[in-house]
């Protein structure tokens, strides 16, 4: 089973403790996939998994490297910093089902630009929810 760490802030991660169920969240998801050439080069594809939390008003985005593909059932596991209250606070392991749904957008731009664009995309749409978004690069395109 894929396993995918979260670090969140404490509210939404005291949100989430309180909203889980034996390991369950109500969750919605689907892949988001950006397609676009930069300048003078071929055509790349961004994939990006989305889960959204509705009962935690949380959603996270995060990216794979190409040999670790998604699969049906992952484990999300939340864990938030230290706090004067809790010294080493629990992770919170989801056990999520990943649907099959795909979304397609096109941004010209190398992947770092594609996950810059779609990331800032997602925030402000999960803003306008009051939802928080959070973006997780696991394929490593932000390394410099």
Known sequence: MLNIGCLVVNEDYDMLKSSMKENKLPHFSYSLIVTGAPEGSSPTTLTLYVLEFVSSNLSIGFTLPSDKPIE???????????????????????????SDEKKETTYDGENLEKLEYIGYS???????????????????ITKI
């Open 72 to 98: 049906k059932e992952l484990e999300v596991v939340f864990t938030t910093q230290p706090t004067a209250d809790v010294k080493m606070p629990d992770d919170l392991k989801l056990i999520c089902e990943f």
């Open 122 to 140: 997602l925030e402000k749409f999960y803003g306008t929810k009051k939802a928080t978004f959070y973006l997780f690069d696991y394929e490593g």
